[in-house]
């Protein structure tokens, strides 16, 4: 089961910061937090990843509590291109493979 | 770059017939994971392989099975097909399957099963 929690649906508008938040209160101390998205039917997208430090790069910038009980994916300047699911996804160790689970993700909708 | 290479992009099969699907890591990468998306729903994990072993398994149905080679390229064989088989696979694959190490996908096998 996702170990996650995000909105179901968010509207962002283009060219503002779209800031998507996700609360993972069982994370334990060594899982990742990781962020993907799916553009319709395409292949999920990776887009950052985290454990405790905040992260940037050219796509999204990934806050983390200090508790590392939450996180916020900050799209800077959103477009029309950002309209996709984005899933908040903790890494979890188990048998040996750190497999991502998916949960319901949050739709993202942004407008002109 | 080059990336996870999936074949083929669709697929049409009739009930009870089989099919194979098959996976393209990004070169050096050693861990393959399966998914599968029904329509409307979420990509469920069914299994994933790291050099060459099976490392974990989700709700893979018995009727399906999969292993990976000595090139790293996994398959994805899937028999006695189900109108509910129906559904977009994915693959992904990381180098060595660890938390701190990036997976990425591919776009994907679209099966049609009618």
């Known amino acids: 089961d996702a170990k996650t929690t995000q909105p179901p649906s968010m509207d962002c508008a283009e060219g503002r910061a779209a800031n998507l938040p996700c609360n993972h209160s069982?994370?334990?101390?060594?899982?990742?937090v990781y962020w993907y998205r799916q553009i319709h039917s395409q292949g999920p997208q990776y887009i950052i990843h985290g454990l405790k430090n905040n992260e940037t790069n050219e796509m999204a910038s990934l806050i983390i509590t200090e508790d590392r009980k939450s996180s916020t994916l900050i799209l800077p300047h959103a477009t029309l291109r950002d309209t996709a699911v984005y899933y908040c996804?903790?890494?979890?160790?188990?048998?040996?493979?750190?497999?991502?689970?998916f949960g319901k993700g949050t739709k993202l909708t942004v407008n002109p | 770059a080059a990336g996870v290479i999936q074949s083929p992009r669709h697929l049409i099969k009739e009930k009870r017939e089989t099919a194979t699907l098959k996976c393209y890591p990004i070169p050096r990468h050693d861990t393959v994971y399966w998914y599968q998306q029904g329509p409307g729903q979420d990509p469920q994990f069914l299994i994933s392989?790291?050099?060459?072993?099976?490392?974990d398994k989700g709700s893979i149905p018995d009727r399906f099975s999969a292993q990976q080679f000595s090139d790293y390229h996994s398959e994805l064989n899937m028999s006695s097909l189900e109108l509910g088989d129906s559904a977009l696979y994915f693959c992904a694959s990381s180098y060595e399957g660890r938390g701190d190490t990036e997976a990425f996908f591919g776009q994907g096998t679209r099966l049609t099963v009618v």
């Open positions: 996804i903790v890494r979890v160790e188990q048998g040996g493979s750190e497999k991502l689970v």
């Open positions: 392989f790291y050099e060459k072993m099976q490392s």
């Open positions: 069982t994370i334990s101390g060594n899982e990742y």
